[in-house]
């Protein structure tokens, strides 16, 4: 593909990129106040693991444009650097263009991608006229389909088939 179709993708990081799975469980089921309970202890974010598929789908889009930012809410400026380590310690950006903002959708417009697994991002950016992909995970609307998807393909893969498929089929609507 030489000619790259998507001006600008954001990338979710936490539970798309950083595995954030044990700690979403907790968050939502355990902790009374998650975002206190965050800011008061940002080493969590230090001790993610990257997904399986974390460096693949960077590379995937990569291929769709040459303008791809990690686009995540760091609650704190002391969240915001460690997560700016975490990045560049797990070579998952050359150079790690990163957007910190719990108002993602302000960089919503037609020619700008959201990936995320957060169903309120992802409705927000399309309702301020950007396309969004909701990335699958147990805990939002596509659990189904990853489900049933990931017993013929493999969680790995029919997470990124899924992003491919979203990304052709944005492809087409553009013309």
């Not at 230090?46 to 609650?75: D, K, M, R, S």
Request: hydrophobic share 45%; charged share 25%.
């Amino acid at each position: 593909m030489s000619k790259k179709l998507f001006e600008k993708i954001l990338l979710d990081m936490d539970g798309v990129i950083a595995n954030f799975d044990d700690w979403h469980f907790r968050l939502t089921h355990e902790i009374e106040k998650p975002t206190e309970f965050l800011k008061a202890n940002p080493l969590i974010f230090y001790g993610l693991e990257p997904y399986a598929w974390a460096h693949e789908l960077i590379e995937l889009l990569q291929v769709w444009t040459a303008n791809l930012f990690i686009c995540t809410n760091a609650l704190t400026t002391k969240i915001a650097d460690i997560k700016l380590s975490w990045l560049i310690n797990h070579n998952l950006l050359e150079t790690p263009n990163v957007i910190f903002t719990e108002n993602k959708h302000l960089f919503a417009n037609p020619h700008t991608i959201l990936i995320d697994d957060y169903e309120g991002n992802v409705d927000k950016f399309r309702e301020n006229g950007g396309e969004a992909i909701l990335f699958p995970q147990p805990w939002n609307r596509l659990a189904k389909y990853l489900y049933y998807s990931a017993e013929v393909l493999g969680e790995r893969n029919a997470r990124l088939d899924y992003i491919k498929q979203r990304l052709v089929n944005s492809s087409i609507m553009r013309g």
